[in-house]
């Protein structure tokens, strides 16, 4: 940490946001909240095996998970004794506000 700023960490990295999503199960898994979001793990493991045949283990989906939220990519909630996982596209909104810009604002060169 020397000569870094504090701050540079509370940043998410976007290389942590390409890391999550080059895996293909963390992809499934962000699909599988596009489509329903707010799921508990056991939900996201029994969608992952009936609708893609994956036979992850609950120990392998919820480190998947892991990335995932440490890369900002879905937030977890607690209800009792339930843990819910939701979507968060803000991580995926900034990438395509840095490199997807309006033609005319690329023309002007902003």
Not at 5 to 12: D, H, T
């Amino acid at each position: 940490m020397i000569g870094k700023p504090s701050l540079a960490y509370a940043v998410v990295v976007p290389d942590d946001i390409f890391k999550a999503l080059a895996d293909p199960t963390r992809r499934r898994i962000l699909d599988e909240l596009t489509e329903r979001n707010g799921q508990t793990l056991f939900e996201i493991c029994a969608r992952l095996t009936t609708k893609h045949g994956l036979g992850s283990s609950r120990q392998a989906i919820s480190q998947h998970l892991a990335v995932l939220e440490s890369a900002g990519l879905i937030r977890t909630r607690r209800q009792g004794r339930y843990k819910f996982h939701d979507l968060t596209t803000e991580p995926l909104e900034r990438i395509v506000s840095r490199w997807l810009r309006p033609e005319d604002a690329s023309e002007t060169g902003e």
